[in-house]
């Protein structure tokens, strides 16, 4: 009972992350306007980076050679699914951006099989299915599904796959995490993974500014001074420090499932302060995300308690 609790606990906390991921599509949205794309990753990461800094110097007296690899390995990761999903966005549309993101939920249990040798439950499996087939449909912004095929299947390009890439790369995170938050301290490697990320964006805005693909610019304004801080804070800080302390709670793919809420959330957010529409197919799709979690917490539940009753007999 105690550690059903606990794993409520973690997944709420991965539930209101999502949230917060969720409310950064529009404020990145309204602030690219204004600042080149890696640039702004960079800062974003830098700033979270600063922040945590004295905490680490409290808390962390050594920081063990392997948590520094580890930590390194997380933060090119992760920088590699920002640079995609961002870069990838200047030659896409949303629309097919948005569904590329969300196959990650498919490719967590595959790392999680070969990189883990863990199989996931079939409730997990099922609930999996019905997210993607809710991506599907919250990603339809025509009058058909056929419409959103022809859209994702027409002029497969260079940001597509970019785009698709980095979920890939985002669902190879995921695991990592699962993995490497469980043997190592939590503030090393936290700081180190921010840090890494930052570096690498921040070189990397440099280099296409460099060799002309993406011109360095930033103008100080509202929009982008809020997109940071919120970016920085929230989506950064907070969130990912809750990643690596809670996500090694749950399984890889239920926390892949979580995650797939994001898109629900960013509709949310995109309804109540841009007063964008959803459509029928949005409204479906995301209520087939919902039935997909409460379908893997269901089979989790009912399977926990047949082992516990087992078990006492």
Do not use: C
Request: charged residues 15%.
């Amino acid at each position: 009972m105690i550690n059903r609790l606990k794993e409520l606990k973690a997944e709420a906390i991965l539930f209101l992350m999502t949230i917060i991921w969720g409310g950064t599509f529009i404020l990145t949205k309204n602030a690219l306007n204004d600042i080149s794309s890696m640039l702004y990753v960079g800062i974003r990461f830098s700033i979270a980076a600063s922040v945590l800094l004295p905490l680490v110097f409290h808390f962390e007296k050594k920081i063990e050679k392997k948590a520094l690899w580890h930590g390194m390995i997380l933060g090119f990761f992760l920088y590699l699914g920002f640079f995609g999903q961002t870069y990838g966005l200047r030659f896409t549309s949303a629309t097919k951006s948005g569904f590329l993101t969300g196959t990650l939920v498919v490719f967590i249990p595959i790392f999680a099989i070969f990189i883990k040798k863990k199989y996931p439950s079939i409730g997990a499996i099922i609930g999996t299915v019905i997210v993607f087939i809710g991506i599907i449909f919250l990603s339809t912004s025509g009058n058909s599904l056929a419409s959103f095929f022809e859209e994702v299947g027409r002029d497969f390009n260079f940001g597509d796959q970019l785009t698709l890439l980095a979920a890939i790369i985002f669902a190879l995170h995921v695991v990592l995490i699962d993995i490497y938050s469980s043997i190592h301290k939590f503030w090393s490697l936290f700081f180190i993974q921010l840090t890494t990320t930052a570096i690498l964006s921040l070189i990397t805005a440099f280099v296409l500014s460099v060799t002309r693909i993406e011109l360095l610019y930033i103008n100080i304004n509202f929009d982008v001074v809020t997109a940071l801080l919120y970016t920085a804070l929230l989506a950064t800080l907070f969130n990912i420090g809750m990643q690596l302390k809670y996500q090694k709670v749950v399984t890889p793919t239920k926390a892949g499932i979580i995650y797939s809420f994001e898109p629900v959330f960013a509709g949310v957010f995109a309804f109540f302060l841009l007063n964008e529409k959803i459509s029928n197919f949005g409204l479906l799709g995301s209520v087939l995300i919902f039935i997909g979690l409460i379908t893997t917490e269901v089979y989790d539940s009912i399977r926990k308690s047949k082992r516990e009753r087992t078990d006492k007999s």
